[in-house]
């Protein structure tokens, strides 16, 4: 059974962090992606309190071609994911819709497997040291020095290395997939300069002071915003049509 929990918790450039969408660009060049929104209703009347409520979740809470996502891996994602929701619930101030972030989260590790499963069948497949290098630089953007922090990190969170080498080769693989569908196109100036002009238009509209870092400075973080903007697209497509193609099944 395929643990879906890391996709979150490890890094922003994960397939799950594509389909819950590409984050806005910042200030510097950690570029971490969005995480799943927040609502306006919850069980909870404070967003300090409120706990991940897993009641009422079935225990195969979807089956995809016949693979089946087990209540236990639903509930490590719907757990990080909640947390994150959380936080921006602090912050604004509205308590998490819990209903709606559980419906995002099933929709993400759908799709998530559904690309999973396509990957197999194309035969896309990844080397041991590509893995290697992807923990590295996994660990790096979670200011690790190496993978051995960093699965000795996700070992802390329930995660063998097995499990983390499995998921990354899988990841991998997806990322194959989406590049042969047209998901690695390399941005154009215009397109880097049309998201440089939308984040500091949101800034303004925000009321935020300070203005954004000027345009060359934060390049690198346009191209890859751009670059997970196109993956995202290209993503969404997909697994629009795998799942007209196949057979889907969401129990919440």
């Given at each position: 059974m395929r643990m879906n929990s890391i996709k979150k918790t490890v890094s922003g450039l994960l397939v799950a962090g594509v389909l819950f969408g590409a984050g806005?660009?910042?200030?510097?060049?950690?570029?971490?992606?969005?995480?799943?929104?927040?609502?306006s209703a919850s069980a909870s009347s404070s967003p300090e309190a409120a706990k991940a409520d897993l009641s009422g979740v079935p225990d195969v809470v979807a089956s995809v071609n016949g693979e089946k996502i087990s209540k236990g891996e639903f509930g490590q994602m719907y757990e990080s994911q909640f947390q994150q929701a959380s936080t921006q619930a602090q912050q604004s101030g509205s308590p998490v819709d819990q209903d709606q972030l559980k419906k995002q989260v099933a929709e993400t590790m759908v799709g998530t497997l559904l690309l999973t499963q396509e990957a197999e069948r194309r035969g896309f497949t990844t080397s041991a040291d590509e893995v290697e290098t992807a923990l590295a630089d996994l660990a790096k953007q979670n200011g690790l020095k190496s993978a051995d922090q960093f699965l000795a990190a996700l070992k802390k969170q329930g995660m063998d290395a097995d499990e983390v080498r499995t998921e990354v080769g899988e990841q991998k693989e997806i990322e194959q997939l989406l590049a042969k569908e047209g998901g690695d196109a390399k941005p154009t100036?215009?397109?880097?300069?049309?998201?440089?002009?939308?984040?500091?238009?949101?800034?303004?509209?925000?009321?935020?002071?300070?203005?954004?870092?000027?345009?060359?400075?934060?390049?690198?973080?346009?191209?890859?915003?751009?670059?997970?903007?196109?993956?995202?697209?290209v993503a969404q497509k997909l697994v629009t049509s795998l799942r007209s193609k196949g057979k889907v099944t969401i129990n919440l």
């Open positions: 806005a660009c910042g200030g510097d060049d950690s570029g971490d992606s969005g995480g799943a929104k927040s609502g100036d215009a397109e880097l300069h049309k998201i440089y002009d939308q984040a500091k238009k949101q800034q303004q509209a925000s009321g935020q002071k300070g203005g954004l870092p000027a345009f060359d400075k934060v390049r690198s973080q346009l191209v890859e915003q751009a670059k997970s903007e196109k993956q995202n697209e």
